[in-house]
């Protein structure tokens, strides 16, 4: 277990390590400059994000675990996790128009993401089931 911990831990940073690159990248393409401050800050948020969604993942191979228990309890943890990093950060102002705008896109962006890898789940139980039939 503890392996498999440090290997999401990994593959966590290492996406938010690519976000964060990315993000640079445009800053730099628009030649605009922020206090190494702000950048540092913005890439432990980063961090924080990506290590929390590797890890968490596990959550969805809780066997004894509804699949529905399993959704809630991922979707209540990741909006807890993201939105304390979000108003740390500063990535969401503390205004009432901010956080709607910010929860509607989390919330839109989590369940798209959610029915496509369930989407891609399903697919492949069917092929693994329609190959173990031949």
């Known amino acids: 277990m503890t392996v498999e911990l440090v290997k999401r831990s990994l593959i966590g940073l290492g996406i938010s390590a690519l976000i964060t690159f990315g993000a640079l990248t445009v800053l730099l393409q628009l030649a605009l400059s922020a206090p190494i401050q702000v950048l540092w800050e913005n890439m432990l948020g980063s961090m924080i994000i990506g290590v929390y969604f590797g890890v968490s993942s596990l959550i969805f ?26 108003f740390l950060t500063g990535w969401v102002p503390l205004s009432f128009t901010a956080t709607a705008i910010s929860a509607s896109c989390f919330i839109i962006i989590y369940f798209i993401i959610w029915f496509s890898i369930r989407n891609y789940m399903k697919k492949m139980e069917s092929e693994m089931n329609s190959t173990l039939k031949k």
């Open 61 to 86: 191979e809780v066997e004894k675990w509804s699949p529905l228990k399993q959704l809630t309890v991922h979707f209540l943890l990741s909006v807890s996790v993201y939105f304390s990093v979000a």
